[in-house]
């Protein structure tokens, strides 16, 4: 809450709490009111704002697209469906550019991929205190408004997208292809141990590297705005300055969400093309 | 920060909004723009059909043009020739029907010299008769030579 704030320290740990539901200490379900409360809820408790704000864009998303879809017409088409058909387009090209294999899951994939990270990266460009100050007027302790800066997002998207490499590396190899993919090479059968090694590395870096590029770029963006508006509180010079420091920022910050959506999308491409090849 | 049952949730969320996307967003788009495609592509092939057939009726209808001139041309020549034919037909009638006429006129002309004979050589007779009559008046009787006479009319 705003009147707990004294330090730098404080308002940058503010701004990187998540508003947390879960089972205090003493038994009661309820929201953690210091990052303390947070951490002492383990494991079974969830970022109600990752979630919340994730969940709202996405379906923002689909009802605009959906409403489009509902109407697409094969004439001229009109200005919403014109920005849609063009993204769609564009998703569609970079998924025939780099997916050889034949499955209808891999377009709409990649598409709710990319326009719900843009979108959940998009929420960086929003002044950092607007919708935590108002959401601290109605009462609630923290809140942090891009999910992409939480890695429960980041890792929730790259698992579910691990998920989907193993269930199309096993049904298109079978149990026995993929496991000897993963034991026989690069080195023969007598090198298993090492070639498991290798191969476990090679998969679980997969996600890991997903998740983590995305949640980096991001959290590290969120930063430098916290830090910039740090600055306003000091002095009309130090405040104009940030706010030119803003500005450029934000310009800059709308390649970074754009292309971390859209490395994210190819990179999930890739891997469930690799998961379609028999042989490399 | 923590890692908690949020990524759970992300993750169920993902895969609904996956499956949705797949369901209800992309098919009918994709439709949408594949058939726009082929519209295109249909168009775009009938035009180069069309202009095609226009080239094809173009060059018909220079062939037609060339016929039509042929034959107009043909015409003209036979009908000069037919207005010389008529001329010269026409040309050929008057001549033989003033021939004919001639010879009408030549022939009615020969009638009525011979009838003016005929009325002379009667009055001749008669003249001559009268005269001689006038003669021998005293010295012949017209009872006894009369037969005589009429032998002579005879004779003219």
Redesign the interface.
Known sequence: MAGEIHTSTDYIKHH???L?W?QHSDGTWGLAHTAQE??E???????LD??GF??VL?VIF?FL??R???K????V?SGA?NF??MI??FI?DSVRGSFSGKN??V???A??IFA?IFLMNLMDLVPIDWIPGLAGMVGLPFLKVV?TT????T???A??VF?LVLYYSIKIKGVGGFVGELTLQPFGKWALPINLFLEGVTLISKPISLALRLFGNMYAGEMIFILIAIMYGSGLMMGSFAGILQLGWAIFHILIITLQAFIFMTLTIVYLDMAHQEHH | ???????????I???L??W???K???P??????N??KK?IADGLAAAERGRQEHELAERHAKDVIREAKDEAANIIAQAQKRSSEIVEEAKNEAKAEGDRLITAANAEIDQEINRAKEALRGQVVSIAVAGASRVLKQEIDEKAHNELLEDLVAQI
């Open positions: 990187l709490q998540n947390t879960g947070a951490k809820m383990g494991f079974w408790a969830f970022n990752t979630l994730s969940v996405a689909f697209f959906h489009v879809a509902k697409a017409t094969t004439g088409p469906q849609v058909e769609v387009d569609n209808d899951l377009a709409p994939l598409l709710t719900w999910p939480d890695p429960n997002a890792f929730g998207m698992i579910a998920a | 920060m923590n890692i908690n049952a949020t990524l759970i949730g992300q993750s969320s993902f895969f909004f996956v949705f996307c797949m209800f967003v992309w009918p788009l994709m439709v949408a723009l058939e726009r519209n």
